[in-house]
């Protein structure tokens, strides 16, 4: 093989460098994710406020 180990030296920086940006990918999505969560309950929250607390009758 010639290489040090079972794996060579390119391939273990190859697979490491495929290891970060699979992080990194996941990392984005469940911040994306959670994102998506707070918008959609600060919509809930706004929407149950608005329609608990309208005593004017006025439709939105």
């Not at 390119?10 to 990194?24: D, H, M, N, V």
């Not at 999505?29 to 809930?44: I, K, S």
């Amino acid at each position: 093989m010639g290489g040090r180990g079972v794996i060579g030296d390119k391939w273990s920086s190859r697979i490491l460098l495929l290891c970060a940006f699979g992080s990194a990918i996941s990392f984005y999505m469940v911040a994306a994710e959670r994102q998506m969560q707070n918008r959609d309950r600060m919509l809930a929250e706004s929407l149950n406020s608005t329609e608990s607390g309208s005593g004017s009758g006025e439709e939105v």
